[in-house]
């Protein structure tokens, strides 16, 4: 059974940290890109961050760029988003996606919630 579990998520104060872990089951996130997404109430799923297979780039968005850091261990089937200096519009629901584009194949976890809040 193909599943993605986040987890990692909670309630932080504006300028704190959370790290956020996608454990992947069911298959091998070392063929695939690996991503994050985020949204917030009321507004579109936004792109945070893309991991590249095989050792390739990482690209985030420009609102979390310096911020965010990402990075995969295809030994765990695991990705993790390390998030500092957080802020309030950092508020969201995070989700992991798997995708094999080529194969038409792309897995999201059911997502778990940050909340940047004083």
């Known amino acids: 059974q193909v599943q993605l579990v986040e987890s990692g998520g909670g309630l932080v104060q504006p300028g704190g940290s959370l790290r956020l872990s996608c454990l992947a089951s069911?298959?091998?996130?070392?063929?695939?890109?690996m991503k994050w997404y985020r949204q917030a109430p009321g507004k579109e799923r936004e792109l945070v961050a893309t991991?590249?297979?095989?050792?390739?780039?990482?690209n985030y968005a420009d609102s979390v760029a310096g911020r965010f850091t990402s990075s995969r261990d295809d030994g765990k089937n695991t990705v993790y988003l390390q998030m500092n200096s957080l802020k309030p519009e950092d508020t969201a629901v995070y989700y992991c996606?798997?995708?094999?584009?080529?194969?038409?194949?792309?897995?999201w976890g059911q997502g778990t919630q940050v909340t940047v809040s004083s």
């Open positions: 996606n798997a995708l094999r584009q080529v194969l038409g194949r792309s897995y």
């Open positions: 069911g298959f091998s996130i070392s063929t695939y890109t």
């Open positions: 991991l590249a297979r095989y050792g390739g780039s990482t």
